[in-house]
Nanobody
Framework: QVQLVESGGGPVQTGGSLRLSCAASGRTFSSYTMGWFRQAPGKERELVAAISGSYSSPYYPDSVKGRFTISRDNAKKWTYLQMNSLKPEDTAVYYC???????????????????WGQGTQVTVSS
């Protein structure tokens, strides 16, 4: 069992930055991949970043590559998402999620992740 709690969302202007944090408790943190998803109203939940327990090369979709950075601290059981150069289209509820089944390649579909946080709202105004 894993519990995940996000924090750090809020309003920000276009071009601004935010850092989201996700605290984990439960199973050995370093044994699973962590991901950040987002879901905007009327849209499907999409993966915006993922990082393995061994800190191997993170995954980013093209929509956020170069602007978002995922990191983790295995000792403290924290995962972070640094978001820079934010755009109005980044507005969404952001979720952290844990994936116990990832192998050589990152899973990108929400159904492949096992545990979820409650989400934190990010609103980017123009």
């Amino acid at each position: 069992q894993v519990q995940l709690v996000e924090s750090g969302g809020g309003p920000v202007q276009t071009g601004g930055s935010l850092r989201l944090s996700c605290a984990a408790s439960g199973r050995t943190f370093s044994s699973y991949t962590m991901g950040w998803f987002r879901q905007a109203p009327g849209k499907e939940r999409e993966l915006v970043a993922a990082i393995s327990g061994s800190y191997s090369s993170p995954y980013y979709p093209d929509s956020v590559k170069g602007r978002f950075t995922i990191s983790r601290d295995n000792a403290k059981k924290w995962t972070y998402l640094q978001m820079n150069s934010l755009k109005p289209e980044d507005t969404a509820v952001y979720y952290c999620a844990a994936d116990f089944q990832s192998g050589r390649y990152y899973h990108t579909h929400p159904a492949e992740y096992d545990y979820w946080g409650q989400g934190t709202q990010v609103t980017v105004s123009s």
